[in-house]
Nanobody, 120 residues
Framework: QLQLVESGGGLVQPGGSLRLSCAAS????????IGWFRQAPGKEREGVSC????????NYADSVKGRFTISRDNAKNTVYLQMNSLKPEDTAVYYC?????????????WGQGTQVTVSS
């Protein structure tokens, strides 16, 4: 079965950190750009970050620049999103998605999502 599985979400206080993981099952991630998205209650899903298949290029939403870092380990078939200095407005369900070739490519697979809650 071809799927992406996110993990690492949870409850964290403002200013804290979490590292999300996106692991592929049934296919090889190295041929795909990987994007992280999030959806807060009552809001549309938004793009957070993306990394190219080689890892040579990344991009970030303005709201997370300087706080989040995306990386990948193709040997482990996993992409990570390190989230630091978390704010309550970062609360959302976070999804990863595999995109064909580039960050601008169409989405081939979605993960099921992991909840991140930032609250004191």
């Amino acid at each position: 079965q071809l799927q992406l599985v996110e993990s690492g979400g949870g409850l964290v206080q403002p200013g804290g950190s979490l590292r999300l993981s996106c692991a592929a099952s049934g296919f090889t991630l190295r041929y795909y750009a990987i994007g992280w998205f999030r959806q807060a209650p009552g809001k549309e899903r938004e793009g957070v970050s993306c990394i190219t298949s080689s890892g040579s290029s990344t991009n970030y939403a303005d709201s997370v620049k300087g706080r989040f870092t995306i990386s990948r380990d193709n040997a482990k078939n996993t992409v990570y999103l390190q989230m630091n200095s978390l704010k309550p407005e970062d609360t959302a369900v976070y999804y990863c998605a595999a995109k064909h070739l580039y960050c601008s490519g169409s989405i081939a697979y979605w993960g099921q999502g992991t909840q991140v809650t930032v609250s004191s």
